[in-house]
């Protein structure tokens, strides 16, 4: 009885080894995640919030790769530092990928005098988390969702997506949710070797207004045969803080 056991067990573990496939792997990257607390609160927590944290850090630290800025002309390249705001906790948190991730993880962040606005903020704790992520093709449709708006559009183009009917609608951000995940894997030197599937489904709107320009920015999950890491942003201004999404549990 015990051999037969031994034995059904192996080949059970031998047919779930052919009947499931593994993953493609494509690509990777290295992350730092870095939190900051301050020493006292900051009110009016909101998503402006990032884009003075933005401010305060490029102005600390006059390097291009904090603000994608060189000889005073933007550097149009995917920003390997990206700056978020937590609403709920009050936390500043910036995002470094390769080069940004380790440049981050050198900085000596406790005690740093930080302007929010015209408000000085010095930092008390920085949680600094380090990893190296991989980006593969999925056998099966993995979910994701935004914590940060989407921008997928300019208010030009915006314009054109409100006269689609809501079918062509659906099928537009689909679209570019494809071809922005592309664009932030290729930024990456990251190559997809298969056909992406990626599908957008819509929660709600929100406005936002990003450099005297009225744009709308989409909350809600979406699905892709990639196998991405969390804390990744995809779209417009994602140095500022949006389409910034994670996996949904």
């Not at 305060?56 to 390097?63: G, H, L, P, Y």
């Not at 002309?73 to 906790?89: A, C, D, F, G």
């Amino acid at each position: 009885m015990q051999n037969k056991e031994i034995i059904q067990n192996k080949t059970q573990h031998q047919y779930q080894g052919i009947s499931q496939p593994v993953n493609q792997h494509i690509g990777s990257c290295n992350m730092a995640l870095v939190r900051l607390k301050f020493e006292k609160i900051v009110k009016n927590s909101n998503s402006s919030r990032a884009h003075q944290l933005r401010g305060a850090i490029a102005e600390k630290f006059n390097e291009p790769i904090f603000h994608n800025h060189e000889n005073n002309k933007l550097v149009y390249s995917y920003p390997l530092i990206q700056y978020r705001w937590e609403n709920n906790t009050g936390f500043g948190v910036i995002t470094g990928i390769n080069q940004g991730a380790e440049r981050l993880v050198k900085i000596p962040w406790v005690d740093l005098e930080l302007f929010l606005g015209n408000e000085k903020f010095t930092i008390a704790e920085a949680e600094i988390s380090y990893r190296k992520s991989n980006v593969s093709l999925s056998n099966k449709l993995e979910r994701y969702v935004f914590i940060s708006p989407w921008l997928p559009f300019n208010q030009e183009n915006y314009n054109k997506y409100q006269n689609l009917s809501l079918t062509e609608q659906r099928k537009e951000l689909d679209r570019l949710l494809v071809a922005q995940i592309l664009m932030t894997l290729k930024g990456l030197q990251i190559q997809v070797t298969d056909r992406l599937y990626a599908a957008f489904e819509l929660k709600s709107f929100v406005k936002v207004q990003y450099k005297e320009q009225n744009l709308i920015g989409f909350l809600g999950n979406f699905v892709t045969n990639l196998a991405l890491p969390n804390d990744f942003a995809i779209g417009r201004s994602v140095s500022h803080g949006y389409g910034w999404f994670t996996s949904f549990a």
